[in-house]
């Protein structure tokens, strides 16, 4: 998630959790804690492909993360041993001020190492877009108000009553992906279409419209879009997958951590003499976030490998396309111009 949503919600559980005895300085000490893990960003990396796959990894560890409680823990109670709350709900508030942090993070689809370093697929739960308003306003709300008002009992009661709906609006968000995902399976298998991998992933800023992408035996997949008011089957685009480039970079061991990280939601393209690997995941139909030149022609017509860099689109989404998405939560027709998009992107 943004780091506003990230700093909203440390403050609000540290002030919901200490604000009685820490005053305002909860909100600002849980706000500067719940930013730690993204630190990692100041790490560089030689090629975009490591900086995007080890980004959440050690510094969103449930492990590591768990075991900077405890010695923060033992750090306060030895500086402030006075201090009139407890050692135990003092290691519970920085505890979760931290892991929540990565658990949020998880219910994107960008991909979170929560057991690293156990070579697991990061977890990637899609269940609320990077950025969701609706999920960061009350939080928002709760802290402003402890800081205008202090920590007060009201204040706190607020806090907590902000976490209580961000939490359940995760769990609807979960369960409208399954909607839309149910509903794109139903009517891939109306039509007859064989599915060997599925997901649903949440349209920007909201939790209404989705994107459904469906992998077929043939190496290719269906773009959908499913909305909670539809009343008529999703709109499906088939595409390739372009499988046969992919052993171009079967040796490359940047390329084989890329299909991990996505857990192998990977499209690829020629562009001219370069060879680009998409991430489907992320972005809209014809415009995806993470997109790397990987391999190079040479003279010859052979593919080499070369260092990774971002390919960057000719066009990409303006606010028209971002009206057409609000849009389409609440009317089916006119559907997406989904083959329209794709077009811009080949």
């Known amino acids: 998630m943004d780091s506003l949503t990230q700093a909203v919600l440390g403050g609000a559980l540290q002030g919901s959790l200490l604000g009685r005895w820490q005053g305002r300085r909860a909100l600002l000490y849980g706000a500067a804690l719940a930013t730690l893990p993204d630190l990692d960003v100041l790490v560089r990396y030689a090629d975009p492909v490591s900086m995007m796959t080890y980004h959440r990894g050690f510094s969103h560890s449930l492990f590591v993360l768990t075991a900077l409680a405890a010695g923060l823990t033992a750090l ?30 998880a219910f994107t689809v960008y991909g979170t190492q929560l057991f690293w370093p156990l070579p697991l697929v990061p977890a990637s739960w899609s269940g609320v877009f990077i950025i969701d308003p609706v999920y960061t306003l009350p939080l928002l709300a709760g802290v402003l108000y402890g800081f205008w008002r202090g920590c007060t009992p009201s204040a706190r009661r607020l806090m907590a009553a902000a976490l209580i709906f961000s939490s359940l609006y ?32 949440p349209m920007p800023f909201n939790t209404l419209l989705w994107r459904v992408l469906a992998k077929t035996p043939e190496g290719e997949y269906y773009e959908a879009v499913s909305s909670l008011f539809d009343r008529a089957p999703p709109e499906l685009l088939r595409q390739p997958l372009n499988l046969a480039l992919a052993q171009a970079l079967e040796a490359d061991p940047l390329h084989q951590r890329l299909r991990w990280f996505t857990d192998d939601w990977l499209r690829y393209d020629q562009q001219g003499d370069a060879l680009v690997v998409t991430d489907l995941r992320m972005g809209v ?5 993470f997109r790397f030149e990987m391999a190079r ?21 303006g606010m028209a396309e971002l009206g057409l998405l609000f849009q389409r939560i609440w009317r089916q027709d006119p559907p997406l111009p989904l083959q329209a998009w794709m077009q811009r992107f080949l």
Request: with cysteine.
């Open 285 to 289: 139909a014809g415009s995806y976030t």
């Open 76 to 105: 306060i109670r030895w500086r402030w041993p006075q201090a009139p709350y407890g050692w135990r709900r003092l290691f519970l508030t920085l505890w979760l001020v931290l892991v929540t942090h990565p658990l949020l993070d």
């Open 170 to 201: 995760l769990g609807f968000g979960c369960v409208s992906r399954m909607v839309a995902e149910q509903r794109v399976t139903a009517e891939l298998q109306a039509q007859g279409i064989a599915v060997t991998a599925l997901r649903g992933v």
């Open 297 to 317: 022609q040479d003279a010859q017509g052979q593919w080499q490998r070369v260092v990774p860099s971002n390919w960057k689109d000719k066009e990409t989404p």
